[in-house]
Each structure stands twice: as structure tokens, then as C-alpha cells.
T-cell receptor, first 113, second 112 residues
């Protein structure tokens, strides 16, 4: 089955630790995105990538980093510099940077204490 | 960038049509209207999109007013599984990114 996988579904970390969230897609999509969602809120864009080895900051990139070494993978690292890392993180992909239909993964709920 | 306004919540009886409104009075001529929904603790799911003509697919219908300043998503026969947050989105173009701007949406509750 084609789709987007995110792992793990739940993640717990101590404050001050970096943590990397996985996102893999087998849809052969060029563009990939990371969003953050806080309780009762909409989604906010963290980073996006339109092509391998290229990525751009979204609205709330501070405290996060990404890489795009392979077309199918777009991992997100939440660094210790992110002041409020506890949130629901969603990865998405689309066929191209001009395609607005995005396919979302199931999300990773990160809790930092 | 066009913004959207949606009611925060709505109820609908099971089996009845659910009509979800969205205002986007500052929409530009080349901006599409997209609808997604998010079931609790899952990733959003694409429903439908349109530019100016009404659209229908297996999930829903989209009615866009002639002046394009508002639209309505119609779920013709709502089921309990349609309980979700529904997002009305118009395109946001930021330095080439075709990301989607998700606001807070409308929380639809389908009542048995």
C-alpha cells in the first residue's frame, strides 16, 4: 500500500535532549512537509522540501532542523533550542510543489518533560 | 494571502446533510478553495477542492458562490464517522512553497 508512515506514534523525551521524528513515503512524491499542531489549534508549517537535497523554512522553523537526502525520507529533528516542543507533529507529501492535495501521515505525539 | 472564517463548531443529525460554511472574502482570482478534515488524533484527509465551479466527488459536494467570497461543503448523508474537524483552506504562496494554511476549522459532531 502506498502512503506515509511516521514513527513512533508516541514519543517521550527529557528536556534538553534532541529528538528525531521519522517520516517515510512510498508515493514517489517530490514535495514533503512538516507541520506542528497544538491542542485545539490548526496546523503550522515548520519546514518543507520541494526536491531532494533542498528544503525551506516554514512559519515556525526555529528550534527545528530537517534533512532530505532521499526522496522518500524527510526526518525532523526537534532540538533543545525549541522552547515548547510538546506537540502533535504531522508529516505530509504531495506529488509536486504545485500540487495542493497533500497526503498526511498518522502523526507523532511528542511529549517533553 | 486570503484568510478563511469558519464557525468553530456545528452539530448534525445522523443521516441528514451537513452544510459547512466558509467565508474567504479576500480570495484572489487564481486561488483554489480546498477542504480537508481531521479525525481526532489522525492526520488530515483531503476531501475536495474547486476554483469557481461547483464540484462533487464520492465524499462531498463543494458549492462556491459566484463572487467566490464564500463556499459550502456538503456531506449529503452524515454518518458518525464524519465527526471531525473540517478545514477550509485557500492557497498560500510563500516564496514558492505551496503549503496549506490550516486555521482552526469547524468541529462537526454527528449526533445519533
Amino acid at each position: 500500500d502506498g502512503g506515509i508512515t511516521q514513527s513512533p506514534k508516541y514519543l517521550f523525551r527529557k528536556e534538553g535532549q534532541n529528538v528525531t521524528l521519522s517520516c517515510e513515503q512510498n508515493l514517489n512524491h517530490d514535495a514533503m512537509y512538516w507541520y506542528r499542531q497544538d491542542p485545539g489549534q490548526g496546523l503550522r508549517l515548520i519546514y518543507y522540501s520541494q526536491i531532494v537535497n533542498d528544503f525551506q523554512k516554514g512559519d515556525i522553523a526555529e528550534g527545528y532542523s530537517v534533512s532530505r537526502e532521499k526522496k522518500e525520507s524527510f526526518p525532523l529533528t526537534v532540538t533543545s533550542a525549541q522552547k515548547n516542543p510538546t506537540a502533535f507533529y504531522l508529516c505530509a507529501s504531495s506529488g509536486s510543489s504545485t500540487s495542493y492535495e497533500q497526503y498526511f501521515g498518522p502523526g507523532t505525539r511528542l511529549t517533553v518533560t | 494571502d486570503a484568510k478563511t472564517t469558519q464557525p468553530p463548531s456545528m452539530d448534525c443529525a445522523e443521516g441528514r446533510a451537513a452544510n459547512l460554511p466558509c467565508n474567504h472574502s479576500t480570495i484572489s482570482g487564481n486561488e483554489y478553495v480546498y477542504w480537508y478534515r481531521q479525525i481526532h488524533s489522525q492526520g488530515p484527509q483531503y476531501i475536495i477542492h474547486g476554483l469557481k465551479n461547483n464540484e462533487t466527488n464520492e465524499m462531498a459536494s463543494l458549492i462556491i458562490t459566484e463572487d467566490r467570497k464564500s463556499s459550502t461543503l456538503i456531506l449529503p448523508h452524515a454518518t458518525l464517522r464524519d465527526t471531525a474537524v473540517y478545514y477550509c483552506i485557500v492557497r498560500v504562496d510563500q516564496t514558492g512553497a505551496n503549503n496549506l494554511f490550516f486555521g482552526t476549522g469547524t468541529r462537526l459532531t454527528v449526533i445519533p
